[in-house]
Each structure stands twice: as C-alpha cells, then as structure tokens.
C-alpha cells in the first residue's frame, strides 16, 4: 500500500482538526517564546510577516535585514512573527532561551519570537499548513543560490517543486490587514522585494 506523502498527512490532519472553519491566521493560537498562548487576533488590523528560522543557516544572516524590516514599519503596522524550527538540516537546534540569546545578541533582534515548531509533517502545527495551503511553493527564482537549493532538494525528492511544503528555513508569509495570505517568499528571495511587499500591504487600508 503506498503511503501518503507527509505534507498531505498534515493537511488532512489539519482539516480533521477543524483547519476548514479557520478562514484568516487570526483564527489560530501559537506559543510564544516562554510557552503562554499567544491568539493571533490580536493582531487583527496589523501586517504580519511569518517566518521559519534557524541560527546554523546559511540564511541565518537575513535576521539583520529582518530586524531593519521591523525598524522600519512596526510603527505602521507590522508585526514580524519569528518562529524556529529544527526541520531543516537540524539547524536550529538550542533550547528557546539560547535562540533567544543567540538572536537578541548577534542581531539585536527585537520582534516577536514564538516557541519552536514543526512547520511539516504530521506534528505541523495547523497554523503552517494553513499557511501554505493558501500559497504554495513557486520556485527559488533565478542565481546561484536559487539553482544550489534546487539541487539539493532535488537530491532528495525529485517531485518536491510540485508540493506545497516548506522547503527550507527563512520561508516567508506576508498577511494583510484582513488576516489574508497575500504572498509568499522563499528564503532565497531578494529582501528588498520583500520589503516592497510589506509597504504596499501597510499603505493598504
């Protein structure tokens, strides 16, 4: 009997759980850095900007840019929700306080961190799954880095490009004011881009 790819195990167990009545990420609770239930309506009305980390990436650097990120437009709106994951190459392995330490440290890191997650697979929390339910993977895009993370997914699973998962740490999630999922960015998009993004949604009513 052939078994079901993992992606599609967490999707149905999302939806077994109630995923389908969840209409916006502010239907969803999280936890944040010290485990309290954080629910995501309170941010109703802001911009938010998820995010799967690690501290022993590759694309751990793009903290920095994150952070000028929120220097910028947290006073218009946007809350950049940080959450680690150990999925990816094991790379962000340390308990919450040393990521905290880690990050806060190295780069001054002063937007909301949440409790490690699993972004795929069965143990997902429903929130991902969600997430890339409404955007799913477009390709890396163009350059070196691009065809490098092409390569190696590839290596492991020659169909990953048509799956909507999670592909790699620093995956991108801009939500509007109305809780919708408006775009989506691999880790090996631009910052700038992004950054595009994020102030055509805060200049959105």
């Known amino acids: 009997m052939k078994r ?3 992606y599609l195990i967490a999707l149905t167990t999302a939806i077994a759980s109630g995923l389908s009545a969840q209409t916006s990420v502010y239907d969803f609770t999280v936890s ?7 629910p995501l309506a309170q941010f109703k009305g802001k911009v938010l900007l ?7 990436c590759g694309f751990t650097p793009q903290y920095k840019e994150l952070q000028a990120i929120h220097d910028r437009w947290a006073d218009k709106g946007l809350v950049i929700l940080d959450f680690p994951c150990n999925q990816f190459g094991e790379q962000a392995p340390g308990s919450m306080e ?8 190295k780069y001054h890191t002063a937007f909301a961190q949440l409790q490690k997650v699993e972004v795929n697979g069965p143990n997902a929390h429903p929130l991902w799954p969600f997430l890339y339910g409404k955007k799913g993977f477009a390709g890396f895009g163009k350059g ?22 999670i592909k790699w740490n620093f995956t991108k999630f801009l939500v509007n004011r109305q809780g919708e999922v408006v775009a989506r960015f691999e880790p090996t998009a631009d910052m700038k881009t992004v950054g595009e993004a994020i102030e055509t949604a805060i200049a959105e009513e």
């Open 144 to 165: 070196v880095m691009a065809t490098a993370m092409d390569k190696m997914l590839k290596s492991k699973d020659k169909d990953y490009a048509g799956k909507p998962d």
């Open 32 to 38: 944040d850095a010290k485990g309290n239930d954080l």
């Open 4 to 6: 079901k790819p993992l």
């Open 50 to 56: 998820i995010v799967n980390t690690a501290t022993h």
């Open 98 to 105: 040393e990521i905290t330490k880690f990050c806060s440290t």
